[in-house]
């Protein structure tokens, strides 16, 4: 959620801190996910004295998450229900060490968007392909996996058909059933997964699902509480790994200029041998180098809305997975 007051003289809002308090925004509840002051001065001058008139005016910018995601009724007996057996103990197989990193990534999967006349289907497709890529992972024999979904899973939040910025989506059902199918989904394909690698599940919110993706995440993390599975949860807009020489960057996007990419990194996180960054959003299936940084913009392997074939070039596409050596970087790479 994102709020948003322009401060004058009378307000006198001018600080991240007394913003949160005149919204009656409680600590306790929310997160401060990233802050803004703009300052800037007016001049105004009376025609009949001449006198001019100088006021100072702040805009004062927050964007904040909740701590912890009310759940309604229908989804905590949706998850009472899923959750009614005993949590097996999966077991991973043991391997030499952390060398190999296999890297899978789900991009925009937008479940629930009416293009997709089949949803149930439509992620045994997702489903199908990773497994595809997987398999060919395995055979470069990787110590441990990185299963990244980061944002969009959903194409719209729960309980109504807008994405977390309030933007109408023309989904094809409704959210509780939504959200079932794409839990289902997510515990059968790490169930798989983890089966034969020691995993680790990274999520990154952004646009279309922040509440409902920071829901369904919770319910991995309690699901796998006794597993060998390792549920990243935190509310971020962007995550980093390092793998011995290797340096990764995980976003959806959030708002960083192309140009600023190494910059970014090198502030944030700092660079290293190998620099690979992969985002989403965009859906264009691309890949660039800006100096020592590789930039990997991943496809959607949903069907394009209506919205972006009009504002942008959407690809469709399939789903990627990488292998990361700690000494040589980026050594293979599968899609389907």
């Known amino acids: 959620m994102k709020i948003n007051l322009v401060s004058d003289s009378v307000w006198r809002i001018t600080t991240i801190e007394q913003l949160l308090s005149a919204s009656n925004i409680n600590p306790n509840e929310w997160k401060v996910l990233k802050a803004k002051v703009n300052k800037r001065e007016w001049q105004s001058k009376n025609k009949d004295t001449g006198e001019v008139t100088i006021t100072e005016l702040f805009q004062v910018f927050a964007d904040i998450a909740p701590l912890h995601p009310l759940l309604s009724t229908d989804i905590k007996a949706m998850l009472l229900d899923i959750f009614n057996d005993d949590v097996k103990k999966i077991r991973a197989k043991k391997h030499k060490g952390w060398w190999l990193l296999a890297n899978i990534n789900l991009a925009d999967v937008h479940l629930g968007r009416q293009e997709e006349k089949d949803p149930i289907g439509y992620m045994n497709t997702i489903k199908d392909k990773t497994m595809r890529v997987f398999d060919k992972l ?170 972006e074939r009009n504002k942008f070039t959407h690809v469709e596409g399939k789903i990627k997975g990488k292998l990361y050596d700690s000494k040589d970087g980026l050594i293979s790479e599968y899609q389907f």
């Open 138 to 307: 395995l055979r470069d024999k990787p110590d441990s996996l990185l299963l990244t979904n980061i944002g969009d899973y959903y194409n719209s939040e729960l309980d109504w058909y807008t994405s977390s910025g309030k933007n109408k989506q023309d989904n094809l059902m409704n959210s509780n059933e939504m959200f079932r199918i794409g839990l289902n989904s997510q515990i059968e394909l790490i169930n798989t997964l983890s089966s034969e690698l020691p995993t680790e599940v990274m999520i990154i919110w952004w646009n279309h699902d922040k509440g409902i993706l920071h829901v369904m995440w919770d319910a991995l993390d309690i699901y796998y509480s006794k597993s060998n599975v390792s549920i990243d949860n935190e509310l971020e807009n962007r995550k980093y790994r390092d793998h011995g020489d290797v340096k990764l960057w995980f976003s959806h996007w959030d708002g960083e200029r192309e140009k600023d990419l190494v910059s970014v990194f090198s502030n944030e996180h700092g660079l290293g041998k190998y620099n690979y960054h992969t985002r989403w959003h965009f859906h264009e299936g691309s890949v660039k180098q800006y100096g020592k940084l590789i930039l990997d913009t991943l496809a959607s392997p949903a069907k394009p809305s209506n919205w």
